[in-house]
């Protein structure tokens, strides 16, 4: 009997439709498949096997009461998947990766999670990741730390690490993940899958426990361009519960393909190829490059000059903003508290011993930012550069339609390679840092593996709003590599 974990979106959608399976064997293969490697892996920090079956049975009543004359039947019913652990789903565990949350329980579901429920998903549990979304290896999360399906001395990149992780191990067909500065696009370059990070306002962010309010963004990670599309479809759109979500019409992310990229022009940013760059990681992105060229586009360099002031911008006002968010993470209204011997000591004492020490680094830094004295100095300047940066955009957008780069100047980190250098971690999200400042949309996928058998991804830009395009480029080139079919022995 074939492994249906091993199966894409389209065939799980298209087998339980014309009754070769059900939603309950898909989504019992599945935790079966976590059961067998979350000890490993450590991809979950909730897993729901009793709700995900119950959900799974009332799918497949449905399906069979269509089949008796029903009318309606949501798009995606009794597909199973996971989601981040900063994003509420009502009666499970929402922990952000932190002790300070530790026992909460979601009271309501986040607008892009109740979309996906009310397309028919079946949500098996939730994902580890950093604390509060804040790092790029999964290595900051208060429960543990997830391993890379591909080398488990490797991390999985982060913040979104155990989505990537339990996408990459084929323990279910797609994630959802969050991306404030990379936390998408990185982990799914790492773990070999691909992953969407959306224009600022084109998903709601109401349920989504904030990090950074302008740079937050909630994506998908899955196996292809096609599959996280399928998912994605219904995710995005306007919502009244969030007012910074955009009211313009959500086209179809799954149209029929061109046969190739005749007429597409591809930008090429001379910014994005840097000393010290992985040798491995260049050759393969290049070769990707190439190939979208041989399939018709047309590609130039071009200039994005204000690429280098990405990491003191975004580390100015991601961390002014949720310096302002973790505000409310007091020890009063949420999670567990600290005994002491006024207001101010339970204060102290709860934030201090359960915030870890990144997101107090950030805390920190935000707050000093902020201050009386230097607000203008650092946090209003590094305002005026993010809208330079945005217009390095808009310009190069005159000229091309899609940007390719790098996702990373490295492959997976080993554990603990940059624990003692904060600075050193902050460069890796160098090249994702941009997309996140000026509000375009970005589509990682892998491209290939450096000489360690470690993959290597790439990432497509476009105009705000135009993941459209992106989407069908990455799936015309996806259609003629198998890059994104290959899979770990972790997951095999």
């Given amino acids: 009997m074939r492994d249906l974990c091993l199966l894409s979106v389209g065939e799980m959608l298209g087998g339980m439709a014309a009754g070769e399976f059900t ?5 019992q293969a599945c935790l079966a498949r976590m059961a067998a490697l979350e000890p490993q892996i450590h991809a979950f920090l909730f897993i729901d096997a009793d709700g995900a079956v119950n959900a799974a049975r009332a799918a497949d009543a449905r399906r069979a009461a269509w089949r008796m004359g029903d009318d309606s039947l949501p798009p995606l019913l009794g597909l199973p998947i996971a989601v981040k652990d900063v994003l509420m789903v009502q009666g499970m565990p929402c922990t952000c990766g932190s002790k300070i949350l530790e026992g909460f329980i979601a009271p309501y579901t986040a607008t892009p999670v109740q979309r996906l429920l009310d397309a028919g998903v079946v949500i098996v549990g939730k994902t ?3 604390e509060f979304a804040m790092g790029s290896s999964t290595e900051n999360s208060a429960y543990g730390p997830t391993r890379n399906p591909w080398n488990t001395a490797h991390v999985p990149g982060g913040s979104s690490g155990g989505s990537a992780a339990a996408v990459a191990a084929r323990m279910v067909p797609a994630a959802l993940g969050t991306d404030t500065g990379g936390s998408v696009r990185q982990p799914a370059s790492f773990c070999g899958v691909s992953g969407i990070k959306p224009s600022y306002g084109r998903v709601s962010r109401y349920g ?3 990090y950074g309010s302008s740079l937050d963004s909630v994506g998908v990670l899955a196996r292809s361009a096609e599959d996280a599309a399928l998912v994605f479809q219904h995710m995005a759109g306007q919502d009244a519960m969030d007012a910074t979500s955009s009211d313009l019409q959500v086209p179809s992310y799954t149209a029929s393909l061109p046969q190739n990229l005749s007429g597409l022009r591809i930008g090429v940013p001379k910014e994005y190829f840097i000393d010290g760059m992985q040798p491995a990681v260049e050759q393969r992105v290049r070769e990707a490059i190439a190939q979208m060229e041989a399939l018709g ?5 071009i200039s994005l000059p204000y690429t280098s002031y990405a990491v003191p911008v975004y580390y100015l006002i991601a961390p002014a903003e949720a310096s302002a968010n973790l505000a409310r993470f007091d020890g009063i209204r ?8 006024n207001l101010l000591d339970v204060y102290h004492h709860t ?3 359960c915030f870890g020490s990144e997101v107090k680094r950030r805390i920190m830094l935000g ?10 100095a650092y946090y209003g300047q590094a305002q005026k550069v993010r809208t330079l940066m945005k217009r390095d955009y808009d310009k190069a957008f005159e000229i091309v339609d899609v940007i390719a780069a790098p996702v990373a100047p490295t492959t997976a980190l080993r554990f603990g390679q940059h624990t003692d250098d904060p600075l050193a971690m902050y460069l890796e999200d160098v090249f994702t840092l941009p997309a996140n400042l000026a509000g375009v949309p970005g589509l990682a996928f892998p491209v290939g593996f450096d000489t360690a058998g470690l993959p290597v991804g790439m990432q497509l830009m476009a105009k705000p709003f135009n993941e459209a ?3 069908q480029t990455a799936r015309v080139f996806q259609a003629q590599t198998d890059w994104h079919r290959r899979m770990p022995e972790q997951g095999g």
Avoid: M, W
């Avoid at 586009?297 to 360099?301: L, P, W």
């Avoid at 949420?334 to 011997?341: H, I, K």
């Fill in 128 to 130: 580890n990741t950093d």
């Fill in 367 to 376: 707050t000093y930012a902020l201050s009386a004295g230097y607000y203008d």
């Fill in 334 to 341: 949420y999670g567990p508290r600290e005994t002491g011997e």
């Fill in 351 to 353: 934030r201090g011993g």
């Fill in 208 to 210: 989504l426990v904030a």
């Fill in 469 to 471: 395009l992106l989407f």
């Fill in 297 to 301: 586009a047309q590609v130039a360099e």
């Fill in 23 to 27: 939603s309950q064997d898909l989504t």
